[in-house]
């Protein structure tokens, strides 16, 4: 993607993406509130952003992920979302423990590693459904 980012910065836009999948809009205070940070905080982040072309934002007004802004947000939510099941399915971590982790793992975590990650959770899931179906076949 081009653009290096600090974890503080991956978690704006990644929590940019996921408060626009809850709500319609998505604004500064609304952002300050989820990432418990101050509002004076999110504008200077959303400036960062802004000159990396990742966001789009007037003062007092919206603040939208750029395309580029939102395939780098997928691409961190994406790896917050492996991590969290890795860490409740797999290992049995409570959720508030596993989401607290998987946000600190996913700046950290190698493409390779990832992917073999993705691999063990997906095996992992196809073999827990097909242990249900088998269940279900014999009743």
């Known amino acids: 993607m081009n653009v290096e980012l600090s974890p503080t910065m991956e978690n704006y836009l990644e929590m940019i993406i996921r408060l626009s999948k809850r709500?319609?809009?998505?604004?500064?205070?609304?952002?300050?509130?989820?990432?418990?940070?101050?509002?004076?905080?999110?504008?200077?982040?959303?400036?960062?952003?802004?000159?990396?072309?990742?966001v789009t934002h007037e003062k007092y007004g919206y603040i939208e992920l750029t395309?580029?802004?939102?395939?780098?947000?997928?691409?961190?939510?994406?790896?917050?979302?492996v991590l969290f099941a890795f860490l409740t399915k797999i290992l049995g971590i409570d959720p508030v423990t596993?989401?607290?982790?998987?946000?600190?793992?996913?700046?950290?975590?190698?493409?390779?590693t990832l992917s073999k990650l993705i691999g063990f959770v997906k095996e992992f899931?196809?073999?827990?459904k097909g242990a249900k179906n088998a269940y279900r076949g014999s009743n």
């Open 125 to 128: 899931s196809d073999r827990q």
């Open 23 to 54: 709500r319609k809009v998505v604004r500064v205070n609304s952002l300050a509130k989820e990432l418990k940070v101050k509002m004076p905080s999110v504008s200077e982040a959303l400036n960062l952003l802004k000159d990396d072309g990742l």
């Open 67 to 81: 395309e580029k802004g939102s395939k780098i947000a997928e691409e961190i939510f994406s790896r917050h979302k």
């Open 98 to 112: 596993a989401d607290e982790d998987a946000c600190k793992m996913e700046h950290v975590i190698s493409p390779a």
